[in-house]
């Protein structure tokens, strides 16, 4: 078994405090009963984290809905920050929540996910809790959708962040982009030709199921977010033999916490050190280059 193992936790959360249009998570409130289950799940995933001294651990938080409004959440990404067996916890956030928790976490080991939402938060409330972060040695990377009405404002936050933030921009979901109009978006993220189209994954070899895994509220472990095969449980004792090399199933992986992790692209070079909190290694290294082509050799 490998003694470094990444974790992608989803509890059942499923409530969110924006109301972004076509998400279904929008302004959706769980119920006490599904919150107290919610918090009981993390505690015992955090408690097992606590307890595996024998693995070297990174996990990546990726609730459906926002997180950090719920305290537990915060409380259990400060606690797991010092536990010296934990190489980096990071967490997807809107942001929109407060930020004085983060004194209470260790910064070389907690990173944050931010993605700015036009419509739910306005770019200068943003761009202060983004001052926030800088101020408290937090590291985090911020993105945006690729949507074409949305172009100037993330302009204007790429031109308004550090120089040394890593503004990511996604695809929109099933929106097929030219040539000219990927050349613009990739003009504000290097790296956003891997995003522009899905990648043929079929038989490729992918780090999913051997040192990356997602885990459930319940333990259940699936090699990713996008494959529903069952491989084994977190708390059963059968993560040794769970963990083994696998080819990937599906025909094409057109998310980054999925295609990141395909042996077939460079991405684990271009992220080095970064890849759960999607901070590439170096804004000028080759890999990052604006240099890159706008289709993806795959």
């Keep these: 078994m490998n003694s470094s193992l990444s974790i992608l936790y989803r509890g059942p959360l499923a409530s969110c405090n924006y109301d972004c249009p076509c998400c279904p998570f929008a302004k959706r409130r769980d119920p006490p009963a599904d919150l107290r289950s919610d918090r009981a799940s ?36 400060a606690e797991l920050s010092w536990l010296p067996h934990v190489e980096r916890v990071a967490i997807q956030t809107n942001l929109s929540a407060r930020t004085t928790w983060l004194a209470d976490a260790d910064p070389s080991t907690l990173a944050l996910w931010c993605t700015f939402h036009p419509g739910q938060i306005s770019l200068e409330r943003f761009l202060v809790k983004c001052r926030e972060l800088d101020g408290g040695g937090i590291r985090y990377s911020v993105g945006v959708v690729g949507f074409p009405e949305h172009l100037d404002l ?62 459930d509220g319940d ?9 529903p095969e069952v491989i084994g449980n977190l708390y059963d004792g059968s993560l040794e033999q769970t963990l083994t090399a696998r080819e990937c199933p599906k025909t094409m992986c057109d998310c980054h916490i999925g295609y990141v992790h395909l042996e077939s692209l460079p991405l684990y070079d271009a992220f080095a050190g970064g890849v759960l909190e999607r901070i590439p290694a170096t804004l000028t290294s080759a890999l990052v280059s604006r240099q890159l082509p706008l289709h993806v050799v795959r």
């Design 42 to 77: 993390l505690e015992r995933f955090a408690a097992w984290v606590a307890e595996r001294t024998d693995l070297r651990l990174s996990v990546l938080f990726t609730p459906w809905g926002e997180a950090l409004v719920r305290s537990w959440y915060r409380r259990t990404l």
């Design 154 to 215: 993330a302009r204007e936050l790429r031109q308004k962040l550090p120089e040394n933030v890593y503004l990511w921009v996604n695809a929109a979901e099933g929106r097929v982009y030219s040539d000219d109009e990927a050349q613009v978006w990739a003009e504000l993220d290097p790296l956003f030709p891997y995003s522009r189209n899905p990648h043929p994954s079929a038989g490729k070899a992918c780090r999913t199921g051997e040192s990356v895994i997602s885990v």
């Design 219 to 227: 333990g259940t472990i699936r090699r990713c977010h996008f494959v």
